[in-house]
């Protein structure tokens, strides 16, 4: 498997086993819908090795350790199951010790897959692959994300408390008194609060430079459809009244020059007043913010006519300290956006399925992330949308963190 692939699972009882040069510690993790365990009982590991459908199975250091998922028995609710690996010597790396997960049906060994992150250099945890629920049946991803601080980044980044950790600043709480986010026009320049965990392979990205400012005058929806140009800014705004209702955000690409398929992953991302990052929405993670921001699922190829994947995102129920959303596209397996043709944004009423807003990319960069657009609310409370155009080293949406909260 190549990461961002995926497979339907022929087996209901499934083994993965995680083999290294070195001694791993590997563990599971069952998610519910809003990517985060129930409880730290979710949590499946050597020091806990059971619960509900899944087990650890010890191989004594002779053979490698594993999760069982017992999909049959998985309970109601449980979308995810992520299995993970870190190397067992405190602090050492991934590099040079390329780890590989095997898929096996586990009643009778036969392997169904095999999956080698590639590229790995400073990492110490690994989400290796996860297995999860699609439209009724059961699906294996082959993942291969990184971070810098061990399993206990890993844990608490899906909600498992962790006594020697620090909290993770997503966690803290809100900002208060909020303040007002000043109009894309003339952006503040405060820096943008730690993020973690970060993606080393893309922590050290050059942060791409603020967006030109937006052609004077305000445009709004009362002429019908607007078709925005990079950096042009779109009041949302329709017969004197801000749009508070729910709409879509469609993106959309194809491969250029009938090229082979293409595996581009949408996201939002969310922030506070003080461009604090509060969550992001992408194909693990298709709902946040208390459902008032949902992702339809992953494309894996860009085929066919229409918007490839969708976010439906509620203007009237989103928290009152979520001021600001950044769209963006990323290439998961690596494909630069030079090999992409026809990548677009729109904005579409959902009641009416009428299109209001338009950003078509005319440009492309040998770069893995595009930031496409972004929603910031206003004093007065009305939205506004900008088209940016901005691309970012990077392959997935962790990366984009930092420097989206730099172009808000």
């Known amino acids: 498997m190549t990461p961002g692939s995926n497979i339907p699972l022929t087996a209901a009882r499934v083994a993965v086993d995680v083999a290294a040069p070195v001694r791993l510690d590997v563990s599971g993790l069952l998610l519910g819908a809003n990517g985060k365990v129930r409880s730290d009982d979710d949590f499946i590991f050597y020091n806990q090795p059971s619960g509900p459908g899944v087990t650890y199975r010890s191989g004594g250091g002779a053979a490698p350790d594993a999760i069982l998922v017992d999909t049959g028995a998985v309970p109601a609710g449980i979308e995810r199951i992520v299995v ?13 010790i390329e780890p590989t997960a095997t898929l096996r049906n586990a009643d009778d060994g036969t392997v169904l897959a095999t999956f080698t992150p590639p590229q790995l250099a400073t990492e110490t945890a690994l989400v290796v692959v996860e297995i999860y629920l699609r439209n009724g049946g ?9 971070y810098a ?15 020697d950790e620090p909290a993770a600043p997503a966690a803290a709480a809100p900002v208060a008194p909020p303040a007002p986010v000043a109009p894309p026009v003339a952006p503040p320049a405060p820096p943008a609060p730690p993020v973690a965990p970060v993606d080393p392979r893309i922590a050290a990205a050059t942060p791409p430079a603020p967006p030109a400012p937006a052609p004077s005058g305000k445009i709004n929806l009362d002429k019908g459809r607007v078709s925005l140009q990079k950096n042009q ?5 329709k017969g004197g009244r801000p749009l508070l209702s ?3 955000m469609g993106l959309g690409w194809e491969p250029a020059y009938r ?17 604090n990052h509060l969550d992001s929405c992408y194909f693990g993670k298709l709902s946040i913010l208390n459902g008032s921001v949902k992702h339809s699922g992953d494309n894996l190829t860009g085929e066919g006519a229409g918007d ?4 439906v995102v509620d203007l009237g129920r989103l928290p009152a300290d979520a001021t600001g959303l950044v769209f963006t596209v990323n290439s998961f397996s690596g494909q630069k956006f030079t090999e992409v043709a026809k990548a677009y944004c729109r904005l579409i009423d959902a009641a009416t399925g009428e299109e209001l807003v338009r950003f078509d990319l005319t440009t492309a960069e040998p770069q893995t992330g595009v930031m496409m657009a972004k929603l910031i609310k206003q004093f007065s409370g009305e939205w506004e949308m900008t088209a940016m155009g901005e691309f970012v080293k990077s392959r997935t949406v962790r990366g984009m963190v930092k420097p989206a909260a730099q172009a808000l």
């Open 138 to 146: 059961w699906k294996a991803r082959a993942v291969g994300q990184g």
């Open 246 to 248: 729910q709409v879509k």
């Open 308 to 311: 490839d994947e969708v976010i």
């Open 259 to 275: 090229g082979k398929d293409i595996d581009l992953d949408a996201s939002v991302i969310a922030y506070g007043p003080q461009r």
């Open 84 to 96: 993970t690996a870190s190397p067992d010597a405190a602090g050492q790396t991934f590099q040079g």
């Open 149 to 163: 601080n061990g399993l206990a980044g890993i844990a608490t980044d899906f909600g498992v408390s962790v006594d």
């Open 233 to 237: 800014t779109v009041s949302l705004v």
